[in-house]
């Protein structure tokens, strides 16, 4: 009944207001995990400033997931959250050849935008979890996962689904190197579509 009215209330998001977000590729699916599973990525580190709209940032992760599970009603997400991983931007910085100066990246997230993901999809996306697989570099961010971010799932079958790994390389046993993204320690290119916002480019297998 709660996830029923949440829906009613959420649904269809405005992406007017959160166009911006939509177009960071701050949030996008892309290959499977080694269980066949569709892989979703949150990452923090991007090139533009954050203006800080966490209500936008919310909004735009709830479309693309929404846009891509509702007409898949079996299918079960895995979703990795890299938070302030620093080697982000050094791959990024060595991709971007043509730019003979090094390109600044920000922080796209606080404490207060991961508890309240971490609410949302804990309570209303339960069972289309597979697994949620976090990777962070120090700072409030390896504070926040190592130590509180279980405490946010209330359901005790979620809270085993989220496992906190030590690094980038930890990944692999989730995920094929193939599949997994480069700036993930993978191989797999980030597809054009993570930085388009139409339904039809939520995802590229």
């Known amino acids: 009944v709660e996830s029923a009215a949440w829906r009613c209330a959420t649904f269809p998001v405005d992406t007017r207001t959160c166009k911006i977000e ?15 599973n569709p892989v979703f990525y949150f990452r923090n580190l991007l090139p533009s400033i954050w203006r800080h709209d966490i209500d936008a940032t919310v909004f735009a992760l709830l479309h693309l997931l929404e846009s891509f599970l509702r007409p898949k009603p079996r299918t079960k997400a895995t979703i990795i959250i890299l938070l302030c991983v620093e080697n982000l931007s050094d791959y990024l910085d060595k ?3 043509s730019n003979k100066r090094k390109e600044q990246y920000h922080v796209h997230s606080n404490l207060q935008l991961v508890h309240r993901l971490t609410r ?9 979890l597979s697994k949620a697989l976090f990777v962070t570099s120090g700072g409030w961010a390896k504070t926040l996962v190592s130590s509180r971010i279980k405490s946010y799932v ?5 809270r085993s689904r989220i496992h906190v790994l030590n690094s980038l390389e930890d990944l692999k046993k989730y995920v094929n190197r193939s599949e997994l993204v480069s700036f993930a320690g993978g191989k797999a290119d980030v597809c054009p579509s993570a930085y388009q916002h139409d339904k039809t480019a939520t995802q590229c297998n």
């Open 95 to 97: 991709k971007n050849t």
């Open 154 to 158: 209330e359901s005790p079958i979620t």
């Open 120 to 128: 949302i999809l804990s309570r209303h996306y339960p069972e289309r």
């Open 22 to 36: 939509l177009s960071s590729g701050q949030f996008f699916q892309q290959g499977k995990d080694k269980e066949k």
